[in-house]
Every structure is written in C-alpha cells, then in structure tokens.
C-alpha cells in the first residue's frame, strides 16, 4: 500500500485481516521493520484510541513516533490553493506539508468536517492537500467523511469473535446524540463491511439520516429499528447528523438508545461502539456493562490495525 486513506487502497480486506491478527499472536514479530523509520502524527482535532493505538503500533514495528498537535501548538494553515494570505492563516499547506514530508517517513493526519459545507467536507480538501503536497506516504486517522483504521479494527473483532459457518447478520443502527455528529464512521462502517463482502448488512436509522449511497451501497436500509435488529449477529452503534440536510440533527427521538430489550429479538448479538459513547444516551448502561458489550476488546483491536497497515506500508 502506498497511502491508506480508504478501504480502495487495500488490496484485500481479509488478507489485512488476518496480517492484524496476526501481529496480535505476536506483536514483534517485526520489529525490525520500522527501524530507522519515523512517524509523523498530525492532529488538528482531539484523538484518544486513534492517537495511542497507532503509536503502539508504530513502536512495535520498530519506529520513531512523533507527535504534533496543529490545532493547539502550529501556525494556522491556509488550505486554499492561490490564495491572498491577508487573515487569519500564518502558513500553508503547501509549505507545511512537504516540510513534514523532509521530516518523517510516513505521515498520519486526523482531521474532522467542518459540518456546515457538504461539497467542501465531502472533496476531503484537508487530507488531499496533505497528500498532494508532503511526497511521502499518508495514513488517515480520521478524516471529514472515512475512518479507515476504525472501521479495519472492526471487521477484525467481528472476524475474531465470530465462530460459526454461516454468515453473520451485521446490522449498524443510528442512536441519538446530543450535538451532530459526523458521517466518518458510519461511512466507512458501511464501505469497508461491503468491502468486506462476509456479512448480510443493515442499516436502521429514522427516516431523514440516509448516508450517501456511494458507501452503503447494497446494504439493506429499514427504518424500523426493532424490525432491523431480528436476529442480528453483531449491532454496530452509532450517531451521525443528516446527511442530505447537512450536519443537522433532523430527530432525537430517545427511543433510538439501545437498551437490552432492544437486543431481545437478536441472537444474544455482540454489540459495537467506535467510542467515546455518552451512557445512557446512545447506549444504555445495563448493554455496556453486560455480557454482550464487545467495546473494550474492540478498542484493544485498533493497535493491529494500525500496526498491520503501516507494516504493509513500510513494506511497499
């Protein structure tokens, strides 16, 4: 692989699969492969599993990691190419970019929507001039619409923890919030479990929360959320704003939580959160700290993912 901004990038999903878990059995198994390597971590947004997870992996292989904090301690980046440099901005990308691209050998970058301007969210303007601009390898740890090392980590712990010949009915269910939410992971959710093609998938979500259809593809859509979990294997949650009336929370009907008889008509499912989760407002308590929570092991799961990507990286 030469960037890992999608799951487009990946030659085949279960063969990054079983390379994640692998490093799981045995997390130096290569130690030397990143020796004499550096990572460069930018952030413009808060990370907490994205940041720690990935600079696990990174030491596991052998690199050097460093860490930077754009949004709190670098100049303001002008993102716009031509632009008259007379406001806010001190530098740009242009400059900021292949600078960082003279210092590290990869460069993972998280950034976030603004949630105001669809067609400027969704051209992915930040990461792209990251990529156009630093002439070294790019890795997303979250961008304005994908979050491709959350969404590997959770084909990872549904390949891990299921154990039975059929396919698993996986089913992503919207659930209230109290501020709007981006798109990213459901997105990438939705484009790596079709990716991924081992699953019969649903989606459940109140009418008015339709995600572009480039990601959920052929995935059922039911806006009965009882309907949609019958029998379901595995119940990936999570919040999103709408997407067709951009970044606005069009329902917060509580009812959506997901509660433990919510999960009666499922078969005892596993269930899922990218995390952090507000208690008792998308999930409740009695689901999070019972038998069918997976969040934990799901979040331990994310130093494999990143440590299987950059491994296959670096080997590129």
């Known amino acids: 692989?030469?960037?890992?901004?999608?799951?487009?990038?990946?030659?085949?999903?279960?063969?990054?699969?079983?390379?994640?878990?692998?490093?799981?059995?045995?997390?130096?198994?290569?130690?030397?492969?990143?020796?004499?390597?550096?990572?460069?971590?930018?952030?413009?947004?808060?990370?907490?599993?994205?940041?720690l997870s990935t600079q696990v992996a990174a030491k596991n292989l052998g690199m050097e990691v460093v860490v930077f904090n754009i949004d709190k301690e670098g100049w303001q980046l002008e993102m716009n190419?031509?632009?008259?440099?007379?406001?806010?901005?001190?530098?740009?990308?242009?400059?900021?970019?292949?600078?960082?691209?003279?210092?590290?050998d990869i460069l993972a970058i998280r950034t976030f929507p603004g949630l105001k301007d669809k067609e400027s969210d969704y051209t992915e303007k930040y990461i792209n001039q990251f990529i156009k601009y630093a002439g070294v390898p790019v890795l997303s740890l979250e961008s304005a619409t994908l979050h491709p090392l959350q969404s590997l980590t959770?084909?990872?712990?549904?390949?891990?923890?299921?154990?039975?010949?059929?396919?698993?009915?996986?089913?992503?269910?919207?659930?209230?919030?109290?501020?709007?939410?981006?798109?990213a992971v459901p997105n990438s959710f939705a484009q790596w479990v079709n990716a991924w093609g081992e699953a019969d998938f649903v989606i459940t979500h109140p009418e008015g929360y339709e995600l572009d259809e480039k990601f959920t593809g052929n995935a059922t859509i039911e806006y009965n959320q009882d309907k949609a979990l019958q029998d379901a294997d595995f119940v990936y949650v999570k919040n999103w704003s709408s997407y067709k009336d951009y970044g606005k929370i069009t329902c917060t009907d509580s009812s959506w939580m997901v509660t433990n008889d919510k999960l009666k008509g499922t078969n005892q499912a596993k269930v899922m959160h990218c995390l952090p989760v507000?208690?008792?407002?998308?999930?409740?308590?009695?689901?999070?700290?019972?038998?069918?929570?997976?969040?934990?092991?799901?979040?331990?799961?994310?130093?494999?993912?990143?440590q299987a990507v950059l491994s296959q990286i670096l080997k590129g």
């Open 1 to 51: 692989m030469k960037q890992f901004i999608s799951v487009d990038d990946v030659p085949s999903v279960p063969r990054l699969v079983d390379i994640a878990l692998d490093y799981k059995k045995q997390p130096f198994s290569d130690k030397a492969l990143g020796a004499n390597k550096t990572l460069g971590m930018i952030f413009l947004n808060p990370s907490l599993r994205t940041r």
């Open 81 to 104: 190419d031509g632009a008259i440099m007379n406001g806010n901005t001190t530098e740009h990308v242009k400059e900021a970019a292949a600078v960082m691209g003279q210092y590290f």
């Open 154 to 183: 959770d084909i990872i712990t549904m390949k891990e923890q299921w154990q039975q010949p059929r396919r698993p009915k996986v089913v992503m269910t919207w659930a209230p919030h109290v501020k709007p939410l981006p798109q």
């Open 278 to 306: 507000r208690r008792n407002v998308v999930i409740a308590d009695e689901v999070l700290d019972g038998p069918q929570s997976i969040v934990i092991p799901e979040a331990g799961n994310r130093v494999w993912a990143a």
